[in-house]
């Protein structure tokens, strides 16, 4: 449960389209209407983010360990060609 507010708060605090959607609804209609926007936002951050934990958890279980080396060489390969390509533009480069 930790876990699922830890990401909750993570999605709070970048603002986004749901920051600017909870504004809206402040200014535009009422206070009320912008907490239970934000009410609404924050039950589906809940469900999503139950969800991709609760199914990466069963995937591990499943799967072993296995899956967990290949997203880890993944993410390291992509993470390395970014890199890559940060070093490599020439484009607004001032030295």
């Known amino acids: 449960m930790l876990t699922i507010l830890l990401i909750h708060f993570v999605g709070l605090a970048s603002p986004g389209p749901d920051f600017f959607y ?30 991709a934990i609760f199914g990466l958890a069963w995937l591990k279980h499943s799967v072993g360990n296995v899956l967990q080396y290949v997203i880890m060489l993944l993410g390291g390969s992509y993470l390395a060609y970014l890199g890559s390509k940060m070093v490599r533009v020439k484009d607004n480069a001032k030295f």
């Open 22 to 51: 909870v504004v809206r609804q402040s200014a535009s209609h009422s206070t009320r209407a912008g907490i239970l926007a934000s009410v609404g936002i924050a039950m589906g951050i809940i469900f999503w983010a139950a969800f």
